[in-house]
C-alpha cells in the first residue's frame, strides 16, 4: 500500500491555492452575462457514461476552472486512492490512533461478472468469491421460494416480506424498492421496519398477512438495539398469531454474529466489516429484499450497472469520469464558492426516497472535520444534502432556491422515459414532456435569473446546477446511479483527505441513550428512583420533559 | 389598517444593534463550559402551551439574549402584526409595486368554534362565516357518505379517496394524514398524486378499486397544470372502466373557477385567495381527505388544535408564545450566528411527511430577498429546512451535524405516548422509552459534546437544538403542532419585514417549462422542427439532454 497518497492535505496542492486565486481574486463565472450561458458552452460542457449524460453548463465554472480541477485530481491521486480502495487496500483507517483499519469493498459486491482477472490485487479476491457465493446461495433460496419448495405452515407461497433494519439496512435497499415498482415479480411486496418507535412497526404489521410474510433481519453485529426491539416486537406477533418464527424469519449478518443461528432462523445470509452500512445496497442487505420483489435477475441487473459504473471510475479524465467530475465540482461549490447545502433533486416519483439514502451516504461519509492523520481540517468537508422530487419540490421550496440570498447548488436527475410509460397526453404533450420541460426550465432558471421593474418579480440568478440524464430508471440503471454517488462521496473524500467509511459522530448519542434506557429502567422498577445524583442534568431534562 | 407597523427593518432597531454587538463582541453562551447545562437552567429556559413543553436550555442564549429578543419582538410589534393578520388586514402585499394585496386568513379556517365577539375587527368575519359554513357542507358530504346515501353505481360505499393536488393541495393534507394513521375511520384510505410523473399516477392506480374510490381535485384556481394533467389521466382510467366520473370526482376550488361545475363533480367545496396553498391543510383542502380518512370529528379535533395555538400566538411574553419564542430563537441563530439551515427532527414515525410540508410552509414563506417595500434586504432570511425522523436520522446524517465544523441548529419533536400504544418492552424497557431516550440524548450530546484523547472519538459540541414535547400525537396535537410552525413562520417574516404570503420565486420556472412544451408540442407534430432559432439556449439544452 502506498500511503502517501493517503496523506496529502488538498490545501497544500497548487491546484489548490490555483482554485483560491481564481475565486477569490475575479468574481467565477457569471452565468448572468449576456451569451455567457451559450449554445456552443452547452454542447461542450456534456460528459456521458453508463447510459447517463452528464450537463454541467451551468455551474459557474469555466474550461481553466475545470482544468485546475484535473490538476487537483492528479496531485490527490484521486483515483489512484479509488483503485487502492477496490484492490482491497485498507482505505477506513486514521493513521496513528485506534480505528476500524478495514478494507472497503463495496465494489466487490456487484464485481461477480467474472473470474477475477490478473489486473486486480488479490486483496479483493476473498472479497469478491464471498459476493459470488452469497449471491449463489440467494439464487438458490429464491428458486426454492418459487418453486415452492419452501412454503409456510399451509402450504402456501409467501407473498410478502418485512426487511427490519435501520441506517444503510433500510435506507438504500427501501430507494432502490420503491425506485424499481414498474419492475415487480410475482406480487411480491416488500415492507420496511426501522424505527424504534412502534408506531412503525405496527402500522406496517396492519398491512400484511403474517401466515405468508417473510421477515428478513439486517443486523451486521447483531446486536443493533433498534433492530433487535423490532425484530423481537414482530416475532412476538407470529407467536401470537400461532405460526412458528423459524420458518419466516432470515437473517442477514456477520458470520458468527449471534443472528448467525440455524436454530433460529430459517436462513442467514452474510454481509462483512469491509462493506459499510450505507454502502451496502449491493451486497445481501439490499440482495435478499430487492431479489424477492424484484426477482433475482433484476437484481443482478441492479449489480450489473453498478458494476459498469465503477469500471468509469477508473478513467483518469475527468470529462470522462462522471461521478469524479461531480465530485469535482462538488470540491469547486463548497470550498471555493462556499455553497454549505446540496440539493438533488429527481425529476422521477420513484426516486422519492433516493435522497434520504443519499443524505446518509454523503453526510454519514463526509461530515467529518479530521483527515486521515487525525488533524482537524481547515477547510469545509461534506455538504448538507437535501432534496424531494420536482415537480413537487416547484411548488414547495424552490421560493427560496430562486429568490433568497442563499445559493443552493443544485444537481438535478431525470429519465427521458417514464417506468410506466404511461404516455398520457394532455394539452398537445405527455406527462413525461412535461416533467422534462419543467427539469430542463429550472436549470436555465436558476442560471440566467431575468431582470423586472418590480423588485419581487426579479431573478437574480447564478445559481449553479447539472442535469444527469438517461433514458429510464430500469433495475441497470439505478444500480448506475447508486453506484455513481458511491463513487462521487468516495472521490472527494479521497481528496478532502478524510476517512469517508467510519461514522465515529454516532457514538456519543448511543451512550446517552444507554444512560436514559437505565433511567427509565429504573424508574419502571422503583416508583422513588431519582437519577439526580447521578446524573443531574439527565435527569432534569427527563424531568422537565414530563417523563 | 397600521401600516407604520409593516415598515419596520429589524436591522434599524435597538434590539437589532444589541443582538449584533452581543454576538459579534464576545462569544455567545458556550454550552460546552463545565456547569454551562445545569439542571437549574434546563428549569428555567421551559415554556408550555397547548399541551406542549417547549425547552430550549440546549441553545446558545442566555437571559440577556432572550430579554433583547423580546423587545426585537416588542419593536417590530410581531404580535400586533399578527392580531392585524388574524383580523384581516392585507398583510399579503409590496408596497408601492403589483403585488397579491391579499388578506391572510388561515387562521379564519379554524375559527369556527364560536359566533364571533366584537374583540375582532369585523374583516376576518366573512371569511370565519364561509369556514363556518364550508364545515357545514362536509359535514353533511361525509354524513350522506357514511349513510349510504351517496354509493356508487353498484350501490356500494367508498372506501378510498385520492386526492390529486400539489404543493400546499398535497404536502399538509399527506403529512397529517399520515400522521394520524392511528384514527383511521371505517377502513376508509386516502391516497396522494401529485407529481406531474405519470409514475405517480400509474402507481397510485394499481393500489385502488376504483369503483369504490373518490377523486379529489384541490386547484384554486383550477387551472393547475400538473392537477389538470393527473385529473384527466385518472377521469380516463375511470371512463376506461366503464364508470361515470361525475359520480367519483370532488373539486376543492375557488368560487366560480372553471372546476366549480356542478355538471362535472359530485360536489365542489371552496377555497379563497385569503388563504396560501401553504396554510391550507385546516381549510377544505385538507378538511375533504382529512375528513374522509380520519371521520369529521377528528378532522374537528384538528381545528380545535390549531384554534388554541393561534390564540397562544396572541401572547406579548415571548416566554409563554412559544410559537414566537421560537421564531425568535431562530433569527438568533440565522442572523446572528449565523447558522444557515434548521433540521427539524420528529421523534415520530408517524412525522414521517410532515418535514417535507415545513419545507414548503418555512422556505416558499420566507425565502425572500426583498421587504415588503420592495427593497432588497441586507440580512439573511428563512433558513433551509431540512430533516427525517429520528431514531433512524441517527443512523443517516446524524454523524455530520455532531462531528463536521458546520452547524445545524436542531428542533427535536416528541411524544410521551405512542400513537398505537404498542407497550412493546424489550430488555427492560419499552419502545417508547427507548425512542425517548434517544431524543434526549441527542439534545445533550449536541450541547456538551466529549473530549477523547483520539481525535475521531471527539465531538466539539456547543450545537444548538431545542425540544418540543407533547403527551400523544393526536388530532388535537396535529393540529396545534400545524399551528405552531404556521404562526413561528409568519412571526419570522413580520420581524424580518418580509412578505411571507406570496411566491413570485416560482413563476420563472413556470414560464420557462411552457417554452419547452411548445418545443415538444412542434416537434411531436414537425419532426424537422427546430427551436435553434427562437430559442438557442434552451434548445442547444433539449438537444444536449437527448431530447
Known sequence: MNEELTRIN??????????????????????????ALSPERIRAMKSSAVGFDFLYATHQITDEVLAILQQLANETHAVDQY??????????????????????????????????????????????????????RLKEFLDELDSGKIKNAQGETFTDMIQVGIGGSSL???????????????????????????DDAVQVLREVNLARTLVTVVSKSGTTLETLTNERLIADRFVQAGLDVKKH??????????????????????????????????????????????GYDNFVEILRGAREMDLNALKRDIRENIALLTALIGIWNRNFLDYETLAILPYSQALVRFVAHLQQLDMESNGKRINRQGDVVEYD?????????????????????????TIIPVEFIGFRQSQYGGHFEF?????????????????IALATGKNDCNPNKVFPGNRPSSILIAEKLTPF???????????????????????????????????????FIDHFRAKSVDANYSGAGTDPVGWAMMKSAGL
Open 10 to 35: 488538498p490545501q497544500e496542492t497548487r491546484a489548490w491555492a490555483k482554485l483560491k486565486n481564481l475565486s477569490e481574486g475575479e468574481k467565477p463565472f457569471d452565468l448572468t452575462t449576456p451569451d
Open 83 to 136: 483503485v487502492m480502495m477496490m484492490s482491497g487496500e485498507k482505505m477506513n483507517r486514521i493513521e496513528g490512533y485506534e480505528s476500524e483499519n478495514r478494507q472497503v469493498l463495496h465494489t466487490a459486491s456487484r464485481n461477480v461478472f467474472e473470474y477475477l482477472s490478473c489486473d486486480y490485487d488479490d486483496k479483493q479476491a476473498d472479497a469478491v468469491q464471498k459476493a459470488q457465493s452469497q449471491l449463489e
Open 172 to 198: 438504500g435497499p427501501k430507494a432502490v424498492y420503491l425506485g424499481l415498482q414498474g419492475y415487480r415479480q410475482g406480487g411480491h411486496r416488500v415492507h420496511f421496519i426501522s424505527n424504534v418507535d412502534s
Open 249 to 294: 424469519f432470515i437473517s442477514v449478518t456477520g458470520e458468527g454474529s449471534p443472528m448467525d443461528d440455524p436454530k433460529k432462523y430459517l436462513r442467514s445470509f452474510y454481509m462483512y466489516d469491509y462493506i459499510g452500512g450505507r454502502y451496502s445496497a449491493t451486497s445481501m442487505v439490499g440482495g435478499v429484499s430487492l431479489g424477492f420483489g424484484l
Open 381 to 405: 468537508t461534506g455538504p448538507i444534502v437535501w432534496g424531494e422530487p420536482g415537480t413537487d419540490g416547484q411548488h414547495a421550496f424552490y421560493q427560496l432556491i430562486h429568490q433568497s440570498n
Open 427 to 443: 394539452k398537445g404533450s405527455t406527462s413525461q414532456e412535461k416533467l422534462l420541460a419543467n427539469l430542463l426550465a429550472q436549470s
Open 477 to 515: 440503471t439505478m444500480g448506475a446511479l447508486l453506484s455513481y454517488y458511491e463513487n462521487k462521496v468516495a472521490f472527494q473524500g479521497f481528496i478532502w483527505n478524510i476517512n469517508s467509511f467510519d461514522q465515529e459522530g454516532v457514538q456519543l448519542g448511543k451512550l446517552l441513550a444507554n444512560q
